[in-house]
């Protein structure tokens, strides 16, 4: 029985069919377009999920080796802030025994210069006590001198006066014997006496003007004298001049004396002429003791030259003491301003080579001692009486030279173990260099390579290397012949082996 409602199937045309075809067609590539375009938005959306999860990772990742790194660097910041807490302590250290030392040396100039001057002020001292003592004993001499010419003065000027008093009394003792005894031949007398006056009267004229002369020459000697050893005291003692002028004040008073007494002497003149012959041997005696003034004056001079003589000797020698003083004292100063520089120059330079120390020399910079305890203990107990005083006086001035010398050696040792590696890289390098220059031969072909030995160059299964003789058998007693070895080039095996 045929089912109701169901249209029978009508066939196709080949229009419809295509058109239906091209539908299907349609149909599937927008179904392609749509699962590409659903597949394409899945991959943008897994790419941007995957782009934001690596940034997550990335960022996770960055911030735990940040916090790596930070630990890392901050161990490294804790072990450079301890070698620099360390290098500044010892560079602290440094300087403070620089400033010691410098203080040292600078109290030791200010001792040597304050012994220098104390030295120069005693020598000083010396020579001006010389020169009180030298002066004193001109003015005691002065003074003596002037004492004896004064007491001489008045025993002379005390013996004329008594001798003269007693003159007066005689003759007025003769001359009242002579009134009482010839009273009565009185014109006769005073005639005989008036002739006689007159003849006395030039005759004492006479002889008061050679007196006169005389005396006045005397004096006038002694006065030259006088001023001639006054002028050499005032010239040897200027600081005496005012009690010179006292002593002048009083001279003038007894020459002014003198000349009263000269006047006293003129107006005497009439009852001298008895005692004529008195005088004359005064003046003889008086010409005596004028000699002997004489003759100490000249010793008084001697002496006077010879003082003079050792004070410009004794000035001389201060002079040349004071000059040789000024010229050590000159040439130390050259000699400390040197070692300053020098030393100012070291510090610069350790400054610039302490740029250049590594990190293990900055907090050790002094290697410990190569000898051993025993050797150690053999030196420190060694006698210094058996080296020279003067070897041991440099061995001591130099024993804070020690640290210096340690890091000299050091630098010492290792510029020569630098120097001899650097030779050994350089024999490395030559035999490299000539391996090289081997293979560069055996892999190229030129006149020069061609021209010399080249166990590569192989031509008719022949080398250019000169053959081996055979070796004949070895005997016994023979040597034996040296051995080869066979050499593989580092190209070859590194070729091989990568």
């Not at 030298?134 to 003065?153: D, G, I, Q, V």
């Not at 000697?221 to 050893?229: I, N, P, T």
């Not at 293979?439 to 022949?462: A, C, T, W």
Request: net charge negative.
């Amino acid at each position: 029985m045929s089912k109701k409602g169901k249209k029978a199937k009508v066939p196709l045309s080949d229009e419809e069919q295509l058109l239906l075809f091209q539908q299907k067609l349609l149909a599937e590539e927008e179904m392609a377009k749509k699962k590409e375009r659903l597949l394409n938005q899945f991959l943008k959306d897994k790419l941007a999920k995957e782009e934001h999860n690596s940034a997550l990772n990335l960022n996770k990742i960055n911030t735990q080796w940040r916090t790596v790194l930070r630990e890392v660097k901050t161990k490294e910041l804790h072990k450079d802030i301890e070698i620099l807490s360390q290098t500044f302590e010892r560079v602290v250290d440094c300087k403070d025994s620089v400033i010691k030392s410098l203080a040292k040396d600078l109290s030791e100039a200010e001792e040597q210069h304050a012994h220098a001057l104390r030295s120069h002020l005693h020598s000083i001292d010396q020579l001006l006590a010389l020169q009180r003592c030298r002066l004193s004993l001109l003015e005691e001499n002065y003074n003596m001198e002037l004492e004896a010419l004064t007491k001489e003065f008045e025993t002379e000027r005390k013996t004329i006066i008594d001798q003269h008093e007693k003159e007066i009394h005689y003759l007025q003792d003769v001359f009242m014997a002579m009134e009482q005894n010839y009273i009565d031949s009185e014109y006769e007398s005073k005639l005989e006496f008036q002739s006689m006056w007159d003849d006395l009267k030039n005759k004492n004229l006479e002889e008061k003007h050679f007196l006169r002369l005389q005396l006045e020459n005397i004096v006038e000697d002694l006065w030259r004298r006088f001023q001639d050893a006054l002028k050499n005291y005032t010239d040897a003692t200027e600081d005496r001049k005012i009690a010179f002028e006292t002593l002048k004040v009083k001279d003038e008073k007894s020459s002014k004396e003198i000349e009263a007494q000269m006047k006293k002497i003129q107006k005497l003149q009439d009852s001298i002429i008895i005692l004529k012959g008195k005088i004359l041997v005064h003046s003889r005696e008086s010409e005596e003791q004028n000699q002997d003034i004489r003759e100490d004056k000249e010793l008084v001079l001697v002496q006077l030259r010879k003082l003079k003589a050792q004070r410009t000797q004794a000035r001389g020698i201060a002079q040349e003491n004071l000059v040789k003083l000024t010229l050590e004292s000159n040439a130390t100063l050259k000699a400390l301003r040197e070692i300053v520089n020098k030393g100012e120059k070291i510090l610069k330079l350790a400054e610039i080579c302490r740029k250049f120390e590594t990190e293990e020399e900055k907090v050790l910079p002094f290697y410990s001692s190569v000898l051993t305890p025993k050797e150690q203990e053999e030196i420190e107990t060694m006698d210094l009486e058996e080296f020279n005083e003067e070897l041991g006086k440099v061995i001591m001035d130099y024993k804070g030279m020690e640290n210096f010398w340690k890091r000299y050696n050091k630098v010492k040792l290792e510029q020569l173990s630098l120097r001899h590696r650097r030779a050994q890289l350089l024999e490395i390098n030559e035999k490299l260099r000539e391996m090289l220059r081997q293979y560069l031969d055996g892999i190229s072909v030129s006149d020069e390579v061609l021209s010399q030995l080249n166990p590569l160059f192989i031509v008719n299964h022949r080398s250019n290397l000169p053959q081996l003789l055979p070796t004949p058998t070895a005997q016994p007693g023979d040597k034996k012949p040296p051995a080869t070895y066979s050499i593989i080039e580092a190209a070859h095996v590194v070729s091989h082996t990568l």
